[in-house]
């Protein structure tokens, strides 16, 4: 296939090379929709952008985030009018955080978005041939993949999906008779569900040797569940960031240094709260303009995550950019009465310091209360609570007041997603 032997080639092209490949299908993009999309022909004109035919940074860099709220108002006038209704296919969020998000991919889109797929596979040495199974909980997907089509394409090109929303043990004890049949060599997952499923198959003794490689996607890796996802299957873990949206976007090499942009694809920025591009190792807010889909434009999309940009090169010798790490949502970051704003690794890193903690959520309900839900086991002592407590002030400050609520289980999203820090402000 033609776009897989480009992206192929293009991931060893220099740094500078990737970066000019980018921007000039940023200009093409920008072109395209003045020209074609109602929306943005009325947006480039307001704010001055583009009326010379050429888009400095500067200019793009003018035009308002592209928000839910704005595809959801201005949907019939993001799609471009040079595409005909069935050059167009329907899309759709999950919806796992709110009400889910209709939009539509040109089909010559996606055959790049299946290319980044392929591309990134190989760098966890999967094959296209490889039989592939995913523990998964996107209800979109698992509705597709029972129809008759799904069955159908599920045969052709060898894949299972096992759904995540019933992880009981006789579930889990059928997923594992399943899998040791089909005998697939690559595992793709939630991070959550999986490692609920690798410590049932702790507990049982068993083991799914046809496994050969694992990427964890859809939700943050945290350090702790990498751990036990490695401990149990082995050093054959990758993850990666991507979205319904766009598809794959980043993803971990044999390097395990941080994510590598597909930056032929998209334009990332990590913008701070004045909307300056932060420093290497700081912690800002994700926009990405989609560089390939002309039948619906993603211009300065304000996704709703974090990332940290890095300030080094890879070791594997790509040219292709790298993130340091996503770390979850930007409306679930903690705000405090001191000012400060923690994100999810802050509480990761807190709570593996304690024995007994099983599962942990934190809730934001006002602006100086936490909620920290704790499902634990016998390896607990309640007088950790003061120690997190002064942990939490330290970060936080000495007006947040913290609540312990100790529950048997906490539910997943309606996706089947975990999400370890929620924000109700």
């Known amino acids: 296939m033609p776009a897989i032997r480009k992206y192929t080639q293009n991931q060893w092209l220099p740094e500078q090379e990737l970066k000019q490949l980018q921007l000039a299908k940023l200009q093409t993009l920008l072109r395209h929709s003045r020209e074609n999309v109602p929306y943005y022909r009325e947006l480039f004109q307001e704010y001055g952008v583009g009326g010379s035919g050429e888009f400095s940074y500067e200019q793009f860099r003018r035009l308002p985030l592209l928000t839910k709220e704005v595809m959801r108002r201005e949907q019939g006038r993001l799609q471009a009018t040079n595409f005909r209704k069935q050059d167009l296919v329907r899309n759709s969020t999950s919806g796992s955080t709110g009400e889910p998000l209709v939009f539509y991919n040109d089909r010559e889109s996606l055959k790049w978005r299946q290319a980044v797929v392929w591309r990134n596979q190989q760098w966890v040495h999967a094959r296209y041939s490889d039989r592939e199974a995913r523990l998964w909980g996107a209800q979109l997907d698992i509705s597709k993949a029972e129809s008759l089509r799904g069955r159908l394409s599920a045969w052709a090109h060898q894949t299972m999906l096992l759904s995540t929303y019933d992880l009981s043990d006789e579930t889990m004890r059928d997923y594992v008779v399943c899998l040791q049949a089909f005998k697939p060599r690559l595992l793709i997952s939630y991070p959550s569900p999986l490692v609920t499923f690798a410590k049932f198959l702790e507990r049982q003794n068993e083991s799914l040797p046809s496994i050969q490689s694992i990427i964890t996607s859809a939700e943050q890796l945290h350090d702790s569940q990498r751990d036990v996802i490695q401990r149990i299957f082995g050093p054959i873990l990758y993850d990666r960031y991507g979205s319904r949206e766009f598809g794959n976007i980043a993803h971990e090499c044999d390097a395990h240094s941080g994510y590598h942009v597909n930056s032929e694809r998209f334009f990332l920025e990590i913008l701070d709260s004045d909307g300056e591009p932060v420093k290497p190792g700081e912690t800002g807010e994700l926009l990405i303009t989609d560089l390939d889909n002309y039948g619906f434009p ?128």
């Open 298 to 425: 993603f211009i300065r999309y304000q996704i709703g995550d974090l990332a940290v940009p890095a300030d080094r090169k890879c070791s594997c010798g790509r040219g292709l950019p790298l993130v340091e790490r996503f770390e979850g949502r930007s409306f679930d970051m903690i705000h405090c009465p001191n000012g400060n704003r923690v994100a999810g690794t802050f509480w990761t890193i807190v709570m593996r310091k304690f024995n007994g903690v099983a599962q942990f959520q934190i809730e934001q309900d006002l602006l100086g209360h936490l909620i920290i839900r704790l499902r634990i086991n016998t390896d607990w002592d309640k007088s950790n609570e003061s120690s997190i407590t002064e942990r939490v002030k330290e970060k936080c400050g000495e007006d947040m007041k913290i609540s312990y609520e100790y529950v048997d289980s906490i539910d997943l999203t309606a996706s089947g997603k975990q999400r370890l820090v929620v924000s109700r402000l």
